[in-house]
């Protein structure tokens, strides 16, 4: 018995041994093989393998932990096409090594890119330079700069994304190669005349004709008319782009000068409201709505032209939900829902929409609410408005029963301690709950960046 335990391990042993100069031999089992894919996304374009090109999905059988090398590059496509490598599935770079040990896809992904072909006529300078490749998608920002003793005229586009118009400072969609090109004419050549101000809403053609064009006033309009804003955001309280555009506007209503310009900046504005609060919006959007009523941007029949594209976009305000300054939940514009400064300032912005549009619905809406903020006692509405920061300010007219509206022919003494003590001043059509943002009741009033204050 001893002896036949003892046979077992030489047996096993003989076994392995037998194994393993049989596999030494190749006549044991054909190894295990791992399946591979290697493709591109989009589909179609070219890669190696060891070495070896290909431009359609491969598959291969490797030995598990084999080395073999994938790679690629960028591109051509179609004519203002090319495609740029953006990476390997698995992390690798353009070209690397790999050695997979289970069945495994490699994708190569690239992005698709669209060329802008810039040019510009006589006259004038364009920017970005011509024959840049761009993101498929992405909104590139075009300018065009004239030289002295010329004006831009106008753009002309092809391409899908492209924009053709007035406004020399936009921005092109990469929706394809797109082509621009720029026309300047000579300033010796008079610009075609502003819109009649005749019809507009805001200020008759005899108003505008009193305006002054001189002393520190009209510098100061004029200096924010030629100035060159930052980046327009109606969606920011803090942006100021609309008042320096309602600046060129009446520069140029006034005596011919930005009109370009302020249209520019009218239609920079379209959409960089974003899905921000009433209130944010209210006290950009009137400068923008003025200006457009000024310089006669509205529908003309073409839904591509500036005056088309402002007019939907001034509409599309009086149908969109966005959010309440204190809920945070989303609804209509109007001036009938109660809180402070907020209903205020909407009502005005509400009115001004019905205006430039001529809707007496929205003016009659618009109406009956500031009746009730004058404290018209006709008023078919109560807006329920809490009034107690404009009266612990003390810019109330009557602090025992005070208005969101100082009425017509207020005036109050500034009390003693403040600036003006015992003088006494007109407050009327002060927004109480504004205007006490600068302050206590004091004279004068201190700045508060806040233009709606004296809408």
């Not at 009209?218 to 109606?234: E, F, I, K, L, R």
């Not at 000068?257 to 919006?281: D, F, H, M, P």
């Not at 200006?291 to 088309?308: I, V, W």
């Not at 009034?387 to 005070?402: E, H, I, K, Q």
């Amino acid at each position: 018995m001893r002896k036949l335990y003892l046979l077992a391990p030489v047996l096993a042993l003989a076994l392995l041994a037998t194994g393993a100069s049989a596999q030494g031999n190749g006549k044991g089992k054909r190894p295990r093989m791992t399946s591979v894919i290697v493709q591109t996304s989009p589909a179609g374009l070219a890669f190696t393998v060891d070495g070896v090109q290909y431009s359609s999905t491969q598959a291969f059988d490797w030995t598990p932990g084999s080395e073999h090398t994938i790679a690629t590059s960028p591109q051509a496509g179609g004519v203002g096409t090319q495609y740029a490598y953006a990476s390997w599935s698995d992390g690798g770079a353009m070209s690397h090594t790999v050695a997979p040990s289970a069945r495994t896809t490699y994708t190569v992904s690239f992005t698709t890119q669209y060329q802008l072909t810039m040019s510009a006529g006589t006259g004038g300078s364009v920017t970005p330079a011509s024959g840049g490749f761009y993101d498929s998608g992405q909104r590139v920002v075009i300018d065009a700069v004239a030289d002295a003793g010329y004006r831009f005229s106008a753009w002309a586009g092809t391409g899908s994304g492209s924009y053709s118009g007035s406004t020399g400072h936009t921005t092109v969609t990469m929706n394809g190669p797109i082509t621009q090109s720029a026309a300047f004419e000579d300033e010796s050549t008079p610009p075609p005349p502003p819109p009649p101000p005749a019809s507009g809403i805001w200020i008759g053609e005899d108003e505008l004709a009193l305006l002054p064009m001189s002393g520190a006033d009209w510098s100061q309009v004029s200096s924010d008319g030629a100035a060159n804003p930052s980046t327009p955001n109606v969606g920011s309280q803090d942006s100021q782009h609309d008042i320096y555009t309602l600046a060129a506007a009446l520069t140029c209503v006034r005596n011919n000068a930005n009109c370009t310009k302020a249209r520019s900046q009218v239609v920079a504005a379209i959409g960089t409201e974003g899905n921000n609060r009433w209130l944010a919006i209210s006290r950009n959007l009137g400068g923008y709505i003025i200006a457009a009523d000024l310089l006669g941007l509205r529908d003309d029949g073409n839904p591509d032209s500036d005056g088309s594209r402002v007019e939907a976009w001034i509409r599309s305000f009086l149908t969109r939900q966005l959010p309440d300054n204190n809920t945070g939940v989303n609804r209509h514009i109007g001036p009938f829902h109660s809180g402070s400064n907020a209903a205020a300032q909407e009502g005005f912005i509400y009115a001004a929409i019905g205006a430039y549009i001529n809707d007496t619905s929205v003016l009659n809406r618009a109406w009956d609410a500031f009746r009730t903020y004058a404290c018209d006692p006709t008023a078919p509405d109560n807006e329920n408005i809490d009034l107690a920061a404009g009266v612990a300010g003390g810019w109330a007219y009557n602090d025992s029963s005070p208005c969101a509206v100082n009425p017509l022919n207020s005036t109050k003494v500034v009390p003693g301690g403040r600036s003006g003590a015992g003088t006494t001043h007109s407050i009327d059509g002060a927004v109480i709950n504004d205007i006490q943002r600068g302050g206590a009741y004091q004279w004068e009033p201190a700045y508060t960046d806040y233009v709606y204050t004296g809408a």
